[in-house]
């Protein structure tokens, strides 16, 4: 059973910091895009960041870009978003999100092609 586990969030001031960790349990994700999403109350589920199977790609929101970098251990299974300068408006329960294998595709912003997400871990921004 593949799983998608999510830790690291938590309750900041603006213009800390915090580092979301992401590990995969029941599959090897080294050959896929690794990805961010967010869903702040009361709005959709958005696109945060995204990195390709080897670490050497990444494709960021307008929103966080410049503050937030996505990195990846592929010796852990693992997916990282350090995120630097937050903002109130970047509170929101934060999903990591991989594909299926052979989905194909470098990276992805698109949330129809993601297969698995984690529970989410919650972010607060207090002003």
């Known amino acids: 059973q593949v799983q998608l586990v999510e830790s690291g969030g938590g309750l900041v001031q603006a213009g800390g910091s915090l580092r979301l960790s992401c590990a995969a349990k029941?599959?090897?994700?080294?050959?896929?895009?690794m990805g961010w999403f967010r869903q702040a109350p009361g709005k959709e589920r958005e696109f945060v960041a995204v990195?390709?199977?080897?670490?050497?790609?990444?494709y960021y929101a307008d929103s966080v870009k410049d503050r937030f970098a996505i990195s990846r251990d592929n010796a852990k299974n693992a997916v990282f978003l350090q995120m630097n300068s937050l903002k109130p408006e970047d509170t929101a329960v934060y999903y990591c999100?991989?594909?299926?294998?052979?989905?194909?595709?470098?990276?992805?912003?698109?949330?129809?092609?993601?297969?698995?997400w984690g529970q989410g871990t919650q972010v607060t921004v207090s002003s």
């Open positions: 029941g599959r090897i994700f080294s050959r896929d895009y």
């Open positions: 999100a991989a594909p299926i294998a052979n989905r194909g595709g470098t990276i992805s912003a698109e949330s129809e092609m993601y297969d698995y």
């Open positions: 990195v390709s199977a080897t670490g050497t790609r990444t």
